[in-house]
């Protein structure tokens, strides 16, 4: 995958004055935190995408949560929004994990497998 600063690359001059970032005081444009700490996360991962449903503390028939998929921020992004549309009901990202509104567990773990992904049932 291109990083965000191989894709800017032509764009972005190391002459331009911009905000640097605090953590390692760089130009934002060269800065490479965020996918350093994207890396560490997906370098964690087993490759296996557990499901799970979580009641507790929440309305209803509470989330079903999608955790260790291993894809970056903007593709899991992506996926998500795909997997909403297909339960028909709204979620979102919390830290990697992706939360769908519902009981949908069974539909998520076939329209994970249809995309190549080992799936667990967990828990719940
Ligand atoms: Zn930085």
Same mark, same amino acid.
């Given at each position: ?7 800017? @690359?032509?764009? =972005?001059?190391?002459? #331009? ?5 605090? *953590?390692?005081?760089?130009? !934002? &444009? ?29 309305? @209803?028939?509470? =989330?079903?949560?999608? #955790? ?5 921020? *903007?593709?899991?992004?992506? !996926? &998500? ?44």
């Amino acid at each position: 995958m291109a990083s965000l600063k191989d894709q800017l @690359g032509g764009l =972005v001059y190391s002459t #331009e004055k911009g905000d640097t970032c605090p *953590a390692c005081r760089r130009p !934002l &444009a060269e800065c490479e935190c965020n996918e350093q700490a994207e890396q560490a996360r997906l370098a964690e991962l087993d490759g296996i995408v557990r499901i799970r449903r979580e009641t507790s503390g929440r309305k @209803g028939k509470g =989330v079903t949560t999608l #955790e260790g998929i291993p894809l970056p921020a *903007a593709e899991l992004k992506t !996926l &998500a929004k795909e997997l909403k549309k297909r339960c028909g009901t709204g979620g979102a990202i919390k830290e990697g994990v992706v939360e769908i509104q519902g009981d949908h567990r069974e539909l998520l773990k076939g329209e994970l497998e249809k995309r190549g992904y080992r799936v667990k049932l967990a828990g719940g």
